[in-house]
């Protein structure tokens, strides 16, 4: 990915977000380290979305061990280079299948937060809608020599648009969502921004009956728990008919599946996940490409983990062939290994140089002062090396930081002597989310 200036507003979000430990959306590229080998399998996994194909993928790691990073970055990559990305964390109320509404929460956070290049924020739906008429107008206007008030210019529009969505009408629940966008053309064409709302209301999933969306629409359907899944894969064809690359989604937090407490409840998420891995692995989908973040125990807990489904335990399980030093990049599940020292030490000065800039300071720290301090931080106790997370050390590290930009004349390595670091308690065994790493 490429490195842009560091401007304000970047730093801000950087600095802001590295202080309250939660994972930046944007600025990423300006701290990334390491990764580069689960980077290019991801590269490879574009390329396939790309070409019309799909992909899945997990990305497994502890918490604070860069998971929702790389995930973040990952996502900053796809809109680089031309996909729409949509992304949403896994919650109580927000599942894959579930009643009352869980399903389809999670398709409209997705929505919420569809993103491209030029909108990374969020909130893209509008903008891509538009901005396809837009080029449609004006190739129309290029081809024909017509200009938009000319009588049939909005004819010779709508049958291109009518051309892009037959493309997904055959799809299952097709012809409604191509009903909805002609719907939506109809009401930017006569300025009825009421049709328009309409719409995209029911693009993004909020009607709640079926007699209201064909009040509005003329449609018989409505997105709902249980058909949602099929919309995300009509709206990556149709990302891919207007000139993106395809949609990239991205879910994380899915520990959270393996706590819902009904055991039925739980398998039926299992059984959706499972879908979507297929629909991927046998070429039932095109142009979409599937993350999913989560723990080693959200994968591998006998109980109550994907590894409690045999069909999930042979899709994922690692192969006998695999050495404990070698890693299949074109296996389903992608594992995150801890940074090693070198990494960690230049993660922490990007981190300070960027934190510097922010508030204009002089200062640089030297590699040796952020090698004691990591040294500090872990108290010197064996196997706190592989305990503390990147995560965990950021945190301490952007304390540092914050009392030195306060304190002038402070320095990292008077403020290591002044503190007490202890490495922080290591879960029991009577703690069910306790994670081991032998």
Do not use: C
């Amino acid at each position: 990915m490429s490195q842009p200036k560091l401007t304000k507003r970047v730093s801000t979000a950087l600095v802001n977000a590295l202080s309250a430990g939660v994972v930046p959306r944007v600025g990423l590229e300006h701290i990334a380290v390491g990764r580069e080998k689960e980077i290019a399998a991801i590269q490879q996994d574009f390329e396939h979305v790309a070409n019309g194909g799909a992909a899945f993928r997990f990305v497994i790691g502890r918490y604070g061990a860069g998971k929702s990073f790389t995930l973040q970055l990952i996502r900053n990559l796809a809109m680089e280079q031309g996909f729409v990305v949509a992304d949403a964390d896994i919650t109580p109320d927000r599942r894959l299948v579930g009643s009352q509404g869980a399903g389809v929460a999670t398709y409209r956070e997705l929505m919420r937060n569809l993103a491209t290049k030029s909108r990374p924020e969020g909130g893209a739906l509008t903008l891509i809608l538009e901005r396809w008429i837009a080029a449609i107008q004006a190739q129309v206007a290029q081809d024909t020599g017509m200009k938009p008030s000319d009588e049939g210019f909005d004819q010779q529009v709508e049958a291109q648009i009518r051309l892009v969505t037959q493309d997904v009408a055959d799809l299952v629940n097709g012809f409604d969502f191509a009903t909805v966008i002609i719907a939506y053309w109809t009401g930017y064409r006569s300025n009825d921004e009421a049709k328009k709302e309409s719409a995209m209301r029911w693009l993004r999933g909020e009607f709640s009956t079926k007699t209201e969306a064909k009040a509005a629409l003329g449609v018989r359907v409505i997105i709902d728990d249980d058909s949602w899944y099929d919309y995300v894969k009509l709206i990556a064809r149709f990302a891919a008919d207007i000139d993106y690359k395809g949609l990239i989604i991205i879910l994380d937090e899915v520990i959270h599946l393996s706590k819902i407490s009904t055991a039925i409840a739980r398998q039926n998420n299992y059984d959706k996940l499972l879908a979507m891995f297929n629909d991927a692995m046998q070429g039932k989908v095109s142009h979409l490409g599937t993350l999913i973040g989560g723990t080693p125990q959200f994968l591998e807990d006998p109980r109550r983990g994907l590894y409690s489904d045999p069909a999930w335990q042979r899709r994922t399980a690692e192969s006998r062939v695999i050495q404990s030093d070698e890693a299949d990049t074109s296996a389903p599940v992608i594992r995150l290994e801890a940074l090693s020292e070198p990494e960690l030490q230049l993660l922490l000065q990007r981190i300070s140089i960027v934190f510097f800039s922010h508030y204009e300071m002089r200062k640089q720290l030297t590699s040796t002062e952020i090698s004691t301090f990591i040294s500090a931080v872990r108290g010197g106790k064996v196997g706190s090396e592989t305990r503390l997370t990147p995560g965990e050390i950021i945190r301490d590290f952007m304390t540092a930081l914050n009392l030195m930009q306060q304190n002038p004349k402070l320095t990292l390595s008077e403020l290591i002597q002044t503190q007490k670091y202890q490495t922080p308690p290591q879960p029991t065994e009577q703690d069910e989310f306790a994670e081991f790493t032998l």
